[in-house]
């Protein structure tokens, strides 16, 4: 795609230091073998890796950084995906002509990897001492007692509390932020020359992110070791990385040192890049509306969900988890409000009870009628209140074609002849950017954004009041992210529809709020308008979830916080010992904060 | 509804089209045909009656005569020709692994979908009958219910049906609740669906490969269990030919004539053979992520 490599360089700026190189990776190919023969997944790749150095490895989704990645720690899934090209050279051996057994004394020990989801990476049957000893004595034949006190020091290295007790629980008895750590601290433990870290924090929240992320750099000062940092969040790139790689369709498009690059991107697709990602403080000044008054698209007033867990050899009622806890808001037409919190706060069950997908108590009344009182009043709210999930894959049905589908709604609802919903499917596909012609095809034959736009297609083709997007841009690329953002903007303009925005993604929801509410273990925390959250949060929590929020921009500095690892308190109560409710006071102008 | 109806059409056209470019299928498709034309048309093209006793037929010893000369397929114990019994046979073997087996795929699936996805009391009701049935031996319970009916054609096909539903209803079961856990059912319940929608237009299609594949791989378990119960004297009464009573009658004969035993096998088997590719290549013909992978 790019003839000649117009890749940006300037890779000495910080002087010649080739000495201190650990890894270098040299015009390394991989590719892929189809019906169609070998497709290349990455070629020409090259970079150097110095010691005490973290390298991002940063682009969007397909662009190679994971398979650069395995290739490097040669767990390539072969036969189908291999090296067909270049050299990677840890040290003086070159990786790509080691055998499997001698890659496995490589492996672990001179080069650790952690993934982005530390539940499936760690053995649910085996408890974490086991696994951290067993990787300890697999590369270093120690007695027993040295490798159980090598890995009671790496779990004190990772700020695990209580490492001794740790070290003989199960994984899943472990939170996310926490099980991450545990993973560290087996990559760790050996004092490998380089760490590779795939998306190490993008499956947690960002409160629990930014202590990954302050661990990871201690880490580094302390150890010296080199970091391979694969993300997509270039807020993570900004406060992490010495340099950057940005790559596109296999092939770096740009390398230059973190500061450099921010600054001036010099390849085009950096730019674009950079300008998709969400910034906090760069969401458009907010016009001062007049408080709507006409009747609210949505009235929530005091809603609770609670699920039961029973226990015990007669399965009687023991806990119950407190989902939502006396949540109430208001929601005006054409208005954006989001619900945003960690997970586990409660937010996605509330859209579900909003269309009636999870049994509340409470109130909830959307355009005039009240969920609960029958099933006419259920089909209405679910004609007037549209749901669009976070993966678009799985939520449309894969044995549908995607005309059928935007249809389907006015089937339901016996809208139209056969010919006007036609119509009106060709037109709702032209609307959020896809072609007329495209009806006739499968869910899977569309890439993610272009799914998320079925799903938005859909959700419009009963014309709602309300739009429930829940986590809707959350699986996407930032630049995908972009352009449904903008969709959903241009949307509300010209349908006059309302949102229900749910994110934890707070860049995001300062872009495209109106109102907010931060949620926190069932109840709302804070509410108020955009600028009143972001500008003068007064809860405390609030104020941690903006600060935690990577920002991109090398220049930002944050003094790092060498916390604990906090944990968010469980939901799951006793049953006769509910939450205390929190009272929201208001601080004028209908900012509300709970005491 | 014209246009979509004619690429609906036009759609199901290319699904044979497709079918009629794999070899395997279309090798199925032709056994297929050809037993069902032996059993229509046995009367006709069968050389002899089917329970005619050839004299002939046996050897002076009254052993029966190994294939060739005007018996192509030899001769039974009785000095049947065994060609003509066979060709019979597809008739009781075809009704029995079409009508038994369609019947018990039905109840299986009307347990099994009913239960997967209404759970709650009804569910654990259905569930628990099944599980009932399945711990109870299926030979004994076909013995009973013959026992209970007059042995015939039909009757017996009842009595396999009630006993061959219980796998299919198990395994629809689990998968239709993890199919209703599915988020994409969460979104047809949030745009309003009914459950005949979702239980029709999203849960059955999902269901289709795992019912053609029992389907196809109940067809010869059916064939020979109709022989068990035969065998047993319980099954289709002689001198009604059916390819599982012939083995049975034959079988201890096998030393001595071995092609009483190995031509209605052989029938067996490729019959079975036939459904499973058929329904193999249906399988991934019918689903959309698989189109074009072979």
Redesign the interface.
């Known amino acids: 795609m790019i003839a000649a490599r117009d890749v940006a360089e300037d890779t000495d700026s910080t002087g010649a230091e080739n000495v201190a190189t650990v890894l270098s990776v040299e015009a390394l190919g991989i590719s892929v073998r189809t019906e169609a023969g070998l497709q290349p997944l990455v070629s020409d790749m090259g970079f150097a890796l110095r010691r005490g150095e973290t390298l991002a490895i940063a682009g969007e989704s397909g662009s190679g950084k994971s398979i650069t990645a395995l290739a490097i720690m040669g767990l390539l899934p072969a036969p189908a995906v291999r090296v067909t090209g270049g050299r990677i050279r840890l040290g003086e051996t070159d990786l790509t002509t080691l055998g499997e057994r001698a890659l496995q004394t490589v492996r672990g020990n001179r080069i650790a990897m952690i993934f982005q989801e530390p539940m499936t990476s760690l053995n649910p049957v085996m408890t974490i001492g086991t696994q951290l000893i067993e990787a300890i004595e697999a590369h270093d034949p120690l007695p027993r007692v040295e490798a159980r006190t090598r890995a009671i020091a790496a779990l004190q290295a990772v700020r695990l509390s209580e490492p001794e007790r740790r070290l003989g629980q199960y994984p899943d008895e472990l939170s996310g932020g926490m099980r991450q750590r545990v993973m560290i601290a087996m990559a760790i433990a050996l004092r490998p020359d380089v760490l590779i870290a795939d998306e190490p924090t993008t499956a947690l929240d960002v409160t629990v992110q930014r202590e990954v992320l302050d661990l990871l750099r201690r880490l580094q000062r302390d150890l010296g070791t080199a970091i391979i940092l694969i993300t997509h969040d270039m807020g993570v790139v900004a406060e992490m990385a010495d340099r950057v790689l940005i790559l596109r369709d296999g092939r770096i498009v740009e390398e230059a040192p973190v500061a450099r690059l921010f600054e001036s991107p010099r390849a085009a697709y950096t730019r674009e890049l950079l300008n998709a990602v969400p910034r906090i403080g760069s969401g458009a000044v907010q016009t001062a509306r007049a408080r709507p008054t006409g009747m609210p698209v949505a009235r929530v007033q005091d809603l609770s969900v609670a699920f039961d867990l029973r226990g015990g050899i007669f399965g009687r009622v023991t806990h119950r988890v407190h989902a939502v806890e006396g949540v109430s808001f208001e929601i005006h037409p054409g208005e954006t409000f989001a619900l945003v919190g960690e997970s586990g706060s409660g937010k996605s069950t509330i859209a579900?009870a909003l269309?009636g997908?999870v049994p509340f108590s409470g109130s909830v009344e959307i355009a005039g009628q009240r969920l609960g009182a029958g099933r006419h009043a259920?089909?209405a709210v679910?004609?007037a209140a549209?749901?669009i999930?976070q993966?678009p894959k799985?939520?449309?049905?894969?044995?549908?074609r995607v005309g059928d589908l935007v249809a389907?709604?006015l089937v339901?609802?016996g809208i139209g002849t056969?010919?006007e919903r036609?119509g009106r499917v060709a037109n709702l596909f032209e609307r959020v950017g896809l072609a007329p012609a495209d009806a006739?095809r499968?869910p899977?034959e569309f890439s993610g954004g272009q799914r998320q736009r079925i799903c938005i297609a859909?959700a419009l083709a009963?014309e709602p009041r309300l739009i429930i997007a829940d986590e809707s841009v959350s699986a996407l690329d930032v630049s995908v992210q972009a352009r449904v953002l903008d969709l959903l903007r241009g949307l509300k303009d010209d349908f006059g529809v309302a949102y229900l925005f749910i994110s934890h993604d707070m860049a995001v929801v300062e872009n495209i709020a109106d109102r907010v509410a931060v949620m926190y273990l069932g109840q709302i925390v804070e509410t108020g308008s955009r600028d009143q959250i972001f500008r003068d949060p007064r809860h405390s929590y609030t104020r941690r979830l903006i600060e935690a929020v990577p920002i991109p921009d090398p220049t930002h500095v944050r003094q790092p916080v060498d916390r604990p690892p906090s944990e968010i308190p469980s939901p799951v109560r006793r049953i006769g010992d509910p939450p205390n409710r929190r009272s929201l006071i208001s601080v004028g102008h209908g900012h509300l904060v709970a005491e | 509804?014209t246009?979509?109806s004619l690429?609906e059409g036009a759609a199901r056209r290319s699904v044979i089209a497709r079918l009629i470019r794999r070899p395997t299928a279309v090798f199925g498709f032709s056994l297929i045909v050809i037993a069902v034309a032996a059993a229509i048309l046995a009367p006709v093209i069968s050389p002899y009656a089917p329970d005619a006793q050839h004299f002939d037929g046996l050897t002076i010893e009254g052993a029966p005569l190994p294939p060739g000369g005007a018996y192509p397929l030899g001769t039974d114990l009785l000095g049947r020709d065994l060609l003509t019994r066979i060709i019979h046979g597809a008739r009781t073997s075809l009704v029995i692994g079409l009508a038994a087996n369609g019947l018990a795929l039905l109840i299986g699936t009307l347990v099994g979908v009913t239960a997967g996805y209404f759970r709650g009391w009804t569910g654990a009701v259905l569930m628990r009958f099944t599980d009932l049935m399945m711990a109870f031996p299926a030979l004994l319970l076909a013995i009973c219910l013959a026992a209970i009916f007059q042995p015939s054609l039909w009757i017996v096909a009842l009595v396999i049906a009630l006993v061959n539903w219980v796998q299919t209803s198990r395994i629809l079961y689990t998968e239709t609740t993890s199919l209703t856990e599915?988020?994409?059912i969460?979104?047809?319940?949030?745009?309003?669906?009914?459950h005949g929608?979702i239980l029709f237009?999203?849960i059955l299609?999902?269901l289709l490969p795992t019912i053609i594949v029992w389907g196809t791989l109940g067809i010869s378990t059916t064939v020979l269990l109709e022989a068990t119960l035969s065998y047993l004297g319980i099954g289709v009464q002689p001198p009604m030919p059916s390819w599982g009573n012939i083995i049975f009658e034959n079988q201890t004969y096998f030393q001595a004539a071995p092609w009483l035993v190995f031509f209605p096998g052989a029938a067996i088997v490729l019959l079975a053979l036939s459904f499973n590719l058929v329904g193999d290549a249906l399988r991934d013909e019918l689903?959309?992520?698989q189109r074009g992978r072979d």
Not at chain 1, 394 to 400: E, I, N, T, V
Not at chain 2, 186 to 194: K, V
């Open positions: 579900r269309v997908l259920l089909r679910r004609r549209q749901l999930f993966d799985a939520a449309l049905d894969p044995r549908m389907e709604p339901i609802h056969p010919a036609r006739d499968f899977h859909r009963l | 509804m246009n979509a690429s599915r988020e994409f969460a979104a047809e319940r949030a745009i309003g669906a009914g929608r237009r999203h299609p999902h689903d959309p992520t």
